[in-house]
T-cell receptor
Framework: QKEVEQNSGPLSVPEGAIASLNCTYS??????FFWYRQYSGKSPELIMF????GDKEDGRFTAQLNKASQYVSLLIRDSQPSDSATYLC?????????????FGKGTKLSVKP | EAQVTQNPRYLITVTGKKLTVTCSQN?????MSWYRQDPGLGLRQIYY???????DKGDVPEGYKVSRKEKRNFPLILESPSPNQTSLYFC????????????FGPGTRLTVL
């Protein structure tokens, strides 16, 4: 059974701090990695995707991928109260006709003013 | 504006009364999918479609039907809803397969009494 694990949280950080969200996955053949943000009662929206080992930066967000350790993380710098949401990690494998995309259950982030 | 739309957004119904939740996308995406989201269980895929007239089961297809007669539309049908189908439902689309970036609709909150 392919799994994507996230700490459910809540993760609480003060405004302006760095929030670090972590995700591990079981399928070594995974090739695509996504971070989605979901506000309460709303739909998930893509924050970042990463395919290669290393770091990928986009504004205040940095995704980090370590395939050897089967680990992907999201760093949010200068956290704002508006970043308070649940963050979903999704891991994809291109095998099969549609590919195989598995979502983690999400980490709830709370940024305190 | 590129978007995925769902209707209705909220629905309260009774056991056994057939219902349809519509989903439409205007991005010419080939891949469309339905998910349900329940507390503690994360996003689970119900059905997906790789293209017109091509549909297949996801992880939790029991009690649901789908059809894909046009590229833009992918309705979800509950022929005899039961209380365990009370959930938050999301339609999503992506370019060609599940491992492409998923674009989610706004969600349909369904309550079956």
């Amino acid at each position: 059974q392919k799994e994507v694990e996230q700490n459910s949280g809540p993760l609480s950080v003060p405004e302006g701090a760095i929030a670090s969200l972590n995700c591990t996955y079981s399928d070594r053949g995974s090739q695509s990695f996504f971070w989605y943000r979901q506000y309460s009662g709303k739909s998930p929206e893509l924050i970042m995707f990463i395919y290669s080992n290393g770091d990928k930066e986009d504004g205040r967000f940095t995704a980090q991928l370590n395939k050897a350790s089967q680990y992907v993380s999201l760093l949010i710098r200068d956290s704002q109260p508006s970043d308070s949401a649940t963050y979903l990690c999704a891991v994809g494998n291109y095998g099969g006709s549609q590919g195989n995309l598995i979502f983690g259950k999400g980490t709830k982030l709370s940024v305190k003013p | 504006e590129a978007q995925v739309t769902q209707n209705p957004r909220y629905l309260i119904t009774v056991t056994g009364k057939k219902l349809t939740v519509t989903c439409s996308q205007n991005m010419n995406h080939e891949y469309m999918s339905w998910y349900r989201q329940d507390p503690g269980l994360g996003l689970r895929q119900i059905y997906y479609s790789m293209n017109v007239e091509v549909t297949d089961k996801g992880d939790v297809p029991e009690g649901y039907k789908v059809s894909r007669k046009e590229k833009r539309n992918f309705p979800l049908i509950l022929e005899s809803p039961s209380p365990n189908q009370t959930s938050l439902y999301f339609c999503a689309s992506s370019l060609s397969r599940s491992t492409d970036t998923q674009y989610f609709g706004p969600g349909t909150r369904l309550t079956v009494l």
